[in-house]
Structures are given as structure tokens and as C-alpha cells.
């Protein structure tokens, strides 16, 4: 944990017990958030983002899910080895979520005022009046209209945009220094996307805290990250700056994301395959079984190890190893035989549209 990281998650695993096996859902992910800064996560559904973000305030649902190792630090603290009351006083008060259905974070039978002041009560020794005030404050500052009139609406009073925005509201109620915000537009159109993004980029510029963004949406990442962390499989395959990973992408995985985006022709490239059992996983590298540019050790033994490719750039690739880099080019386009030959696996197609 660097001196200006405000939370730091190492060799973070979980998993989930079924009746099929063990689902091995984050197994192994490392990265920092720094303080002000705004870190993305990124890979297609099922890649463990969701797992990740609520781990780090124990939000599993347990059972079946349960944080098996690794370490959660939170401006120096332990979360994990916390105690559930000791948990309590950070969660929603310094640390804060925002997920992906606005429609399920709100109470339909309590006004939303009278839910953002319980949600201020809960941490902060005020009045009724104090905290009511303090509602129409943040309905203010989250751009509701007359927010004066409206703090005593009901949640099916509000449009889906603006359920969302009284949804951020409620996450700033106790001013947290980190915003974990899941999938915070997915089910918004693309207009209202765009002023809850610039939403969340003015508010952190006016209160400085740090956000972690679970996203599929690359559009997302570029236009509000400062790092971005690949994940799939429930593992780290590349962590960068931004602007960095979007000019020098160094995993294959990362190049096939980037390769989703439509081209000028409206034309996406899927990627072929699935993403493997967190069941059953592959050994050796989760990503080879679709990668085109695989070849037999990266099936083989344990995960690659990262691999600096830059500065504060990394990336999980034998190609990086100084052992593979003759057998291994990343800088050759795959041909067409290979690339079929991952579009030919059985299950290609299935989840082969692009990360989601």
C-alpha cells in the first residue's frame, strides 16, 4: 500500500459455495485506489467486478458467498479481520455504494427525503429538521428540480434517471472519501448516461473523494478514469493509466475489449469463446483458451505472473516473460486460421459479443 493510497485490496479471493462446486469468483485480484482518484474495473459479465466491489464492505451475501483470503486495507485498516459493528461505521459513512438498479436501493413506501435522512441519522447525531435540510441539499446538488417540493415525493414519483440521482445522493449523505459505483448507467438511455457521468466527475471534483467504477462500457472508462483494471475470470490480466491502456493495450484480452468498440463502419470484432467455469477453471493463463496468440506453456502450470510493460503498467502475459518474448509476438496480427480456430470451440458465440 502506497502513501497515497486510500484503499488497497492484495490477492483478494472469494468464493461461493453451490450444490455444483465452488465458484471461485475473485481468485487472486490485486490493485490500488489512490485518494481523489477514480479506478475503473473492467471485463465482461462475469468477470468478477461485482464480487470485488462488494467484498471490500463484506456485502456478500454469506452464505453462500464468503471472502476466503487476501487483504482489504481502507486508509490503513484491515476491513476484512473488522468486526461487524466496527464494519457498520464505515460502511455508508466513509465508504459508500451506488448500484446498478436505482429501483431496488429505494424504499418505495418511504419518501426519498425520509430515506436520505436515515441514511444521515444513521452516522451523525442530528435532528429530524437537520437532517431533512440536509436532504434537500443533496436532492440540490445531485441536480433535482425544486428540490424543496419534491423531498417528500415518493421513489415511483421520479423518473429512472432521477431515481438514480436520488440513489448518488443517498451514497453522499455522510460525505464518503470512496464511491463505489456498480454499473451506475446500465439502466439509463444514453443521454441520461452522459449527465449522470458528468454528474459523478463534478462531484468528485468538488468533494475530492476517490470513486471505483464497475463498468463493461468502455466509453465509461475513457471518459472518467484516471486507472483502469482488467479483469477476467476472477483474475488481474492488466492494470494502467488510462491513457495508457487505450494507446498501448498489452494483453490480448484487453486488444479483444478494444476491438468490441464499433468501428466507422458501425462493424464490431466479437471476441470467440466464453469465458471459462469458475467451477473448473484452466490451468495456467484463464485467457488462452480464446486467445489466438496462445501457445502450449500458456496452458500449462500456474497463471503468468504480472509483467512490467510501463510505467505503473502491468500485465499477466507469458508474452512478456523474458522466457516466451521469441515464442510469443503480441505485436503480430493472428491470422485467420487462428482466429477460427477459436471461433470453432463449441461454446464460441455464446458470450462472444463483447464484453457486457
Not at 276 to 291: E, K, N, T, Y
Amino acid at each position: 500500500m502506497t502513501d497515497d493510497s486510500l484503499l488497497s485490496i492484495r490477492d483478494l479471493r472469494a468464493q461461493f459455495h453451490t450444490d455444483e462446486g465452488v465458484v471461485r469468483a475473485v481468485d487472486g485480484v490485486s490493485f490500488d485506489v489512490g485518494r481523489g482518484e477514480t479506478v475503473c474495473l473492467v471485463g465482461e459479465s462475469g468477470s468478477g467486478k461485482t464480487v470485488t466491489a462488494e467484498s471490500i464492505t463484506r456485502l456478500l451475501a454469506t452464505p453462500p458467498g464468503r471472502i476466503v483470503g487476501g487483504e482489504i486495507r481502507f486508509d490503513g485498516t484491515d476491513v476484512t479481520s473488522m468486526a461487524e459493528d466496527e464494519l457498520r461505521t464505515i460502511r455508508g459513512s466513509r465508504i459508500a455504494h451506488v448500484f446498478q438498479n436505482p429501483q431496488g436501493s429505494l424504499n418505495p413506501v418511504y419518501s426519498v427525503g425520509a430515506q436520505i435522512g436515515e441514511a444521515i441519522r444513521a452516522h451523525r447525531r442530528v435532528s429530524r429538521r437537520h437532517a431533512r435540510a440536509r436532504a434537500i441539499d443533496l436532492l440540490e446538488s445531485v441536480g433535482i428540480p425544486d428540490p424543496a417540493a419534491r423531498v417528500d415525493d415518493y421513489p415511483h414519483e421520479f423518473s429512472t434517471g432521477q431515481k438514480q440521482r436520488v440513489a448518488i445522493a443517498m451514497a453522499l449523505a455522510c460525505d464518503p472519501d470512496l464511491l463505489i459505483a456498480d454499473e451506475p448507467t446500465t439502466a439509463l438511455d444514453v443521454t441520461v448516461q452522459a449527465d449522470i457521468l458528468d454528474l459523478l466527475a463534478s462531484l468528485q471534483a468538488e468533494r475530492g473523494m476517490s470513486i471505483l467504477l464497475v463498468t463493461h462500457d468502455l466509453g465509461v472508462v475513457a471518459r472518467l478514469a484516471d486507472r483502469v483494471v482488467v479483469l477476467y475470470a476472477g483474475t488481474v490480466l492488466e492494470r494502467a493509466d488510462v491513457v495508457d491502456l487505450f494507446e498501448r493495450p498489452a494483453h490480448p484480452y484487453t486488444r479483444a475489449l478494444l476491438e468490441c468498440l464499433p468501428g466507422v463502419d458501425g462493424e464490431v470484432e466479437p471476441i470467440g469463446g466464453t469465458l471459462p467455469s469458475p467451477i473448473d477453471p484452466p490451468d495456467g493463463c484463464r485467457f488462452a483458451p480464446r486467445c489466438p496468440h496462445a501457445i502450449e506453456e500458456c496452458h500449462a502450470g500456474g497463471r503468468p505472473p504480472p509483467s512490467t510493460v510501463g510505467d505503473d503498467h502491468v500485465a499477466s502475459c507469458l508474452g512478456y516473460h523474458r522466457e516466451y518474448r521469441g515464442a510469443i509476438d503480441l505485436e503480430r496480427h493472428p491470422t485467420a486460421e487462428e482466429t477460427q480456430r477459436v471461433s470453432d470451440r463449441p461454446d464460441a458465440g455464446i458470450d462472444g459479443g463483447g464484453p457486457r
